[in-house]
């Protein structure tokens, strides 16, 4: 069973492809758009897209030249043993038809390769979250007198204890609290009051649509927004530090950065922050 290849018009009007084994799992895809979908296909067909159609007009296309061929050499040897070029010819058109299926099949295999890579990194990966290294705990379980911030909270070491305060979401393209977040961020602020000692610092994220530029800016914001909530709430603005990620670090792979909608968009469309536990 071959992969399925699709042609569709992104949310910004431009045509791409995306190519999808049997088992479901995408293979290859479009890096940009294309105006015309002409252009697009031609693209496609240099990452591996072949119609029956194509393949029938290859032939011809070789079989003419093979035929062009012989007849100059026909011509120059004043068509005598025009059998044996012929023949000759059509040797090489055999071992050049055998190579591209070798080719062909070589592609195949090694895609397969790379998604049998892939499941096993990502089972390694489930199984040393399942694991529980670093340890994950709730506010609930530490005293609050002993926490100090971690100043870089991603990545954290393997004796390292890191606990999760919480994360804020965002609409797409937004700075502004919704209110959902501001019922959770009430929480927060709660714990914190009953905390005193205690610093944080704000991480701002976004979804991966957009320019590096933009949503540098953007994640800032979003991270100073929930700042400036929890001062108004009462927190002091020295116990709270921000930064931006922009659309690096995300949460969830976006497999198509213009679907603003999918979980993984909204799973980075966010501001987290962690404590880490000395």
């Not at 399942?130 to 070491?157: C, F, I, N, R, Y």
């Not at 961020?185 to 649509?209: C, F, H, W």
Request: with cysteine; proline share 3%; net charge negative.
């Amino acid at each position: 069973m071959s992969d399925k290849w699709e042609f569709y018009k992104d949310n910004q009007g431009q045509w791409r492809w995306r190519r999808t084994a049997p088992n479901g799992n995408i293979v290859g895809a479009a890096t940009e758009g294309y105006v015309n979908k002409a252009d697009c296909e031609g693209n496609a067909r240099r990452n591996g897209w072949e119609t029956e159609e194509m393949i029938e007009e290859d032939k011809a296309e070789e079989k003419a030249q093979i035929n062009a061929k012989a007849n100059d050499l026909y011509e120059k040897h004043g068509f005598k043993g025009g059998s044996e070029f012929a023949a000759g010819f059509e040797v090489e058109r055999v071992r050049e038809m055998r190579y591209r299926v070798s080719h062909h099949n070589m592609q195949r295999n090694l895609m397969v390769t790379i998604v049998i890579l892939l499941c096993v990194i990502i089972v390694i990966m489930l199984f040393n979250v399942m694991k529980g290294d670093p340890k994950t705990t709730t506010l609930s379980d530490k005293s609050m007198s002993e926490l100090k911030v971690m100043m870089l909270v991603l990545d954290p070491k393997m004796d390292e204890e890191v606990i999760v305060f919480g994360d804020t979401h965002f609409d797409y393209d937004k700075s502004s609290l919704t209110p959902e977040a501001k019922v959770l961020l009430d929480a927060d602020v709660q714990i914190l009051k009953n905390n005193p000692s205690v610093e944080i610092r704000m991480a701002g994220y976004t979804s991966a649509l957009g320019s590096e530029e933009i949503n540098q800016a953007l994640s800032e914001k979003r991270a100073n927004a929930v700042r400036e909530y929890m001062i108004e709430k009462g927190i002091a603005p020295e116990r709270i530090t921000v930064i931006g990620y922009g659309r690096t670090k995300p949460a969830l792979y976006e497999m198509d950065p213009y679907d603003t909608d999918s979980k993984e968009a909204q799973a980075n469309m966010r501001v987290l922050f962690e404590i880490n536990v000395k």
